[in-house]
T-cell receptor, first 110, second 117 residues
């Protein structure tokens, strides 16, 4: 029973263009959503989050959009940079437990 | 500010052997988590501590896994006996207080990589 799904295991984007990473969830009780970024041999690091009462949150080059009716959220990175190349995990919570997706590997090429 | 410290970083053991992982959370963080991340999957919560008490261990395979946080600071996760399917990265994380909300970030350590052969 996978409550948080990232259906695209990988994404390749040219430097300077927009990267869009998608995430779907099944539990309508989730009230907080987060994106984590993970480099090889390192632990995940928090990137950006959004509460279920909002539909957009922006932090510099990173914007997270939430569509509650579709149970879908997305992370936009504009402009993409080579240093953004990493695995991105979507996570959701309705208590104090985080449920992670399987991750999307983003590669930004010159 | 020092991050979450974990050791050892890498461990290779034979099946049926035992292994222990240690975690030192960020100073002052009351909540400590152990996650298991199998290759190709997202991290899965094994156990959550609030100070030295267990909040959630519903996904901890208690027949072989154990964890403690005796003094409410450092924590140890033990596997005995190990199985092949325990090969994974074991991530320790901590947060200032309990709960997932803005301003209460969960910080992860670099992980302990376990290979069971």
């Amino acid at each position: 029973d996978q409550q948080v799904k990232q259906n695209s295991p990988s994404l390749s984007v040219q430097e300077g263009r927009i990267s869009i990473l998608n995430c779907d969830y099944t539990n309508s009780m989730f009230d907080y959503f987060l994106w984590y970024k993970k480099y090889p041999a390192e632990g995940p690091t928090f990137l950006i989050s959004i509460s279920s009462i909002k539909d957009k949150n922006e932090d510099g080059r990173f914007t997270v959009f939430l569509n509650k009716s579709a149970k879908h959220l997305s992370l936009h990175i504009v402009p993409s940079q080579p240093g953004d190349s990493a695995v991105y995990f979507c996570a959701a919570s309705n208590t104090d437990k985080l449920i992670f997706g399987t991750g999307t590997r983003l590669q930004v090429f010159p | 500010e020092a991050g979450v410290a974990q050791s050892p970083r890498y461990k290779i053991i034979e099946k049926r052997q035992s292994v222990a992982f240690w975690c030192n959370p960020i100073s002052g963080h009351a909540t400590l988590y152990w996650y298991q991340q199998i290759l190709g999957q997202g991290p899965k919560l094994l156990i959550q501590f609030q100070n030295n008490g267990v909040v959630d261990d519903s996904q901890l395979p208690k027949d072989r896994f154990s964890a403690e946080r005796l003094k409410g600071v450092d924590s140890t996760l033990k596997i005995q006996p190990a199985k092949l399917e325990d090969s994974a990265v074991y991530l320790c994380a901590s947060s200032l207080v309990r709960g997932i909300f803005s301003g209460n970030t969960i910080y992860f350590g670099e992980g302990s990589w376990l290979t069971v052969v």
